[in-house]
Structures are given as C-alpha cells and as structure tokens.
C-alpha cells in the first residue's frame, strides 16, 4: 500500500511559496466564524469505525456575503487552477517546492517508511496533510497517467447535478468535485470531506459550487455555501472511513438548487460491492478538469484493510475528490443514488479510487444538514 491521495486541485505560482502572494489569493482573506452543533465532535472517532459526531461551520449567510464570495471568482481564478504534483507531510517552504516540482523529498529517500497522504496535488502544500502508518511495499509516486475514465457526453441529469467545487483552505484555492441530492432543504450537496475541511486544520472559505460546469461554462449559475458540514471522524483525525463532506448552499435568484438542477437520491446502508459509477472533473494529466469524466464498475473491499472504504477501477485525477459514485444507475436519464464520493487512491495502485461507504454515521450528517 503507498500514499493515498486526494484529488483536490489548486493554484499557486513557485513565487507564492517563496513568499510572493498567490495568483488565487490576491483578496485579502476572509476568516468565517465557526458555528458548533449539539452533535459536534460528540466522542472520540475511531479510525476505520463508526461516529456520529458532525462538525458544522457558517459559511456566507447574508447577502454581502454572498457578493463578496462571488466576486472573488473571477474567471481569471477558476482558469488558473491547475495541478502541479502530488505532495505528501512535507513542511516548510522547501519541501513545498521540492514535491511541486517532482524532485526526491525527505520522505522518498530511501529506507524512510512510506505513509498514506490524501491524494491532493496541493497548490504549494501550504497546509499540513495527515500521515498514518502505511503496510510494506508502499511507496510515493507522481499520479499516473494511465486512462481508464471517459468523457460523459450522454448528457441527462447527470451532467445538471454534478459539478466543481471552488474554495479556499489556508489562503489557497482549490478545486474538487461534487453533486446535488435530494434534501428537506433543496439545497444540499454532497463531496468530500476534506473539501469542505482540512480534517483537523481549516475550514474552506470562498466555497461555491458550480453544477453542469462544462468547459468555463456555468449554465446554472454559482450557489455559496450557507452552512458546511462533515463527519466528526473527519474533523477531530482527518479519518479516510468518513471523508464526507455535505454543504447546504444559499439559493440563487430565489430558486432552489434542487429546483434548478434536480436531483440525486441518496442512501446509507446498502449492499456492498455493488455495481458503480463514478462521476468527477479529474483535471490532472491527461485531463484538463473542464469536462466531466466517469468511470463504471464494481466496487471492492479496501484490501489494505486501512479503511471501510470500497474502491472502484479508475484512473480520474485530481480535481475528482467529492465526485459522486452512484448506483442504480440509469445512463438514458442520467439518474441514480448516491452511496459514496471520490476520495483517495493508493499511490502503488493508482488504478482504483477509493470512496467512504455511506453507513450510519453519513445517515446522521445527512440528517442534520438536509434541514440547516
């Protein structure tokens, strides 16, 4: 087993980590207030376990909010997200570049005990990943090229409710993946964990989803977060089995997310290794994140046994992290459920994506954010 990493995406010039600000960060930035909730870090998580804890944050509540989070993503700063290199625990400036340019850091010398990392081509890797113990064999590579996903080009509902997601952790931008699903609210979505928070570290700030993005076009407009939410696991040790991330987003023109894009149900506990698609904007070689991409197959146990997770046969790239995995599919209507995301790939196979199952503890963050 090697690293696994995050298929989160962002942007940043070498002058940014040497002190320089950063092309996506030149607006001063914005710090949001937490907001607790009654189930907030409720008790100890258990890595590969159960927890019911959810952690909850405000995100732009007032409509000068709002204005402010759409106006810091010009087209100029979603274009400039790029992938730049899979960077593990690195710290300081040093590292940051070492890994950004793809050279031998102090975690690839030899003899040194590979660990798993989020599968994040992080833009300078400003904010610290989380490293756990990794079984023999493992070791850190650049991700691969090989293609295993497609372009969706079917069009259906599908394509209306998945989209990017743009936000800012740490002072900088970053891209993932997500999608709309059905909710009390009719405004939830659904992505990774560590796309709403850095597991320990920082909530996202200038969080906005873009559902039907396709090629710089935003056909249904921009939605900002209103309330963000993710599994306690997630937030108190950035636990793999629970990188879920549910964000209930503000209206837009007095319409309803759902009422503009629809839908996709949604559900917990179901069998496993089931047959799956996968949906996400993989935007590092040989994508370019502007189209949407899938892959299809049967989900299988995490082998390693490091998680609960079930992994899927594909080879998107970063930018794909929160990226629904949907079963049942129907691919005439475009239609299906959702049991799991994108969130991590094991950097000796970096063939399968990995993806948290839907169980109890997701049941119980989707209670609490469909009705926020």
Not at 23 to 30: D, R, S
Not at 290 to 311: I, K, M, Y
Request: charged share 20%.
């Amino acid at each position: 087993m090697t690293s696994s990493l995050p298929l989160l995406l962002g942007a940043v010039l070498v002058a940014g980590l040497l002190g320089a600000p950063a092309t996506g960060t030149t607006a001063p930035e914005h710090r949001q207030t937490s907001h607790g909730l009654a189930e907030h870090l409720a008790r100890p998580a258990t890595p590969g376990g159960d927890d019911t804890g959810v952690a909850g944050h405000t995100g732009a509540e007032n409509s000068a909010e709002q204005r402010r989070v759409l106006s810091y993503w010009t087209p100029r700063r979603m274009a400039a997200a790029a992938p730049i290199g899979l960077l593990g625990p690195v710290t300081g400036v040093l590292g940051a570049v070492t890994g950004l340019l793809g050279l031998k850091t102090s975690f690839e010398t030899p003899g040194a005990r590979p660990s798993v990392v989020r599968l994040a081509a992080r833009p300078g890797g400003r904010s610290a990943v989380r490293s756990v113990k990794a079984p023999p064999g493992a070791t850190r590579t650049r991700y691969g090229v090989r293609v295993g996903g497609a372009r969706w080009g079917a069009g259906g509902q599908v394509a209306r409710t998945t989209g990017r997601v743009f936000m800012t952790l740490g002072g900088t931008d970053f891209v993932c993946s997500a999608s709309s699903v059905r909710s009390a609210n009719a405004d939830l979505v659904v992505t990774a964990g560590h796309c709403v928070k850095n597991g320990t570290g920082a909530w996202a700030d200038n969080w906005v989803f873009v559902p039907g993005y396709d090629r710089g076009r935003r056909p249904y407009g921009q939605f900002t977060a209103r309330r963000m939410f993710v599994t306690g696991a997630w937030a108190r040790g950035g636990d793999d089995s629970h990188d879920i991330g549910m964000v209930a987003v503000n209206p837009r023109g007095g319409r309803h997310l759902a009422e503009v894009v629809g839908v996709q149900d949604i559900a917990f506990d179901t069998a496993r290794g089931r047959q799956t698609h996968g949906f996400g904007f993989p935007a590092d070689l040989p994508y370019d994140g502007e189209n949407l991409v899938f892959c299809a197959g049967t989900v299988r146990d995490d082998p390693h046994g490091q998680t609960s997770d079930q992994g899927l046969r594909c080879d998107m790239t970063a930018g794909s992290s929160g990226g629904p995995w949907l079963s049942g599919f129907d691919p005439v209507t475009g239609h299906g459920t959702v049991t799991s995301v994108s969130s991590f790939k094991y950097s000796d196979d970096r063939g399968t994506m990995y993806g948290p199952y839907f169980g109890e503890t997701a049941r119980r963050l989707y209670a609490v954010a469909q009705r926020s």
